[in-house]
């Protein structure tokens, strides 16, 4: 096999298709015994839903995503700060999609397993140990129920797409430890409900230390004239406060969060109401992980989560690891299946995804709510008595060119994979 894939999360399985299409034989082993459709919201940026379309997939996407045409920043009072068009509405030739991350995994695996067969991704396959050799690597994957070993498969290379408490990145820095905490809880949740603005928008409210971000995710609901509307509540807590390891599914408890968002009725959208009416809540808190010096170890290689996991800030998380898995792709073809290969995919991915690490620590574009809360947090009349059109305008322009979606840059250029 020319490679192995550890871990089926969204970036794994879009690197075997991606690798299958340019003829690259791989497996992918996934440590869960089965893979379902889990987690709550996520957003997909135009530049990775033009790798998805390039896969062939942009029409199941859009049977069940949301086409997003707007993103807008409100105050914790819900006044305007800025709004933007998004996606097909600004000009790009691909849309941005707000989906179920389950849905989407879904239709990923589904495509992995009708063009590579059924047996190309193992499910209950936990990566717990490899040999970087000269000429291949080998892996050797256990149960993580019993920690009985299943099997040790060799291979030209092996790529972690293990996610944020990746085994590969735990083996290469020992001493890196857990995720690192910022102090602020995430409580995720999805509510069926009436749709709130044109019923295609993404609307965050707060400032840095309290936050609510909303906005629709499935088509599906639509057309009988409701919203399901993915949420994400943030707050700053205490951070000697012992809060419990990030767990993607943990579920949240409505008491340690709702009351402070109790009077957030802007009219136009009531997020204790919201809040309320949820059907499944999840608490996460937000971690990150420092830039790494070198993701490649001989025939090894990160992407994804495993190698840049970053705050759920400017909507970059699985967006960056579906570009990595395409530049791979590119890479493997140009170079052949080596680890010349694989340290010029690093040598273009490692320093864009650190900077967008570092970015959303200082909030990406979300910076502009924590100003406005800074400099007139009792409300204002106009805002651009707060902050210039200018200032707004360069903030939301500096992320998209630093995460690689300015818009007039993504419709020009050439594909990544096809060249
Ligand atoms: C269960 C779950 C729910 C999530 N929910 C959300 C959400 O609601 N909103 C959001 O924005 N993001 C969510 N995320 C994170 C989001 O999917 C990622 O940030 C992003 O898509 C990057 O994907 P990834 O494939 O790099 O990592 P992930 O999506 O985390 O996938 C990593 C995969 O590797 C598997 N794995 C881990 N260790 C091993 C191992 N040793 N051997 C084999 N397999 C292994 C994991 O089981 C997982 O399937 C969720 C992730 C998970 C795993």
Redesign the pocket.
Known sequence: MAVII???????LTLALSLHEVGISCQV????RE?KP??????VLPHAVRELTELGLLDQLAATAISTRELGYYSKRGQKIWTEPRGLDAGYNWPQFSIF?GDL?MILLDAVRDRLGPNAVRSG????EFEVRENEVAAT?TDRGSGKNIETVTGDILVG???????MRKKFYPQEGAPIWNGAILW?GVTRGEPFLDGQTMIMAGHEHQKFVCYPISSEARGRGNSVINWIAELKVDPNEAWAPED??RKGVLDDFLPRFEDWDFGWLNVPEIIRTASQI?EFPMVDRDPLPRWTHGRATL????AH?MY?IGSN??TQ?IIDARVLTRELVAKGICQAALLSYEDERRPITARIVELNRQNGPEQVMQAVEEKASDGFDRIEDVLSMQELNDTAMKYKKMAGFEQDVLNERASIVSG
Do not use: K, M
């Open positions: 550890a871990g089926g999360g969204i970036v794994g082993f996934e440590q869960s893979l889990l987690g709550v919201g996520i957003n991350r995994q396959c936990c990566l717990s994957f797409a293990d996610g944020i408490h990746s085994t995720r993607w599914n999840y992407i994804g989560d495993a996991a759920p998380g699985a690891g």
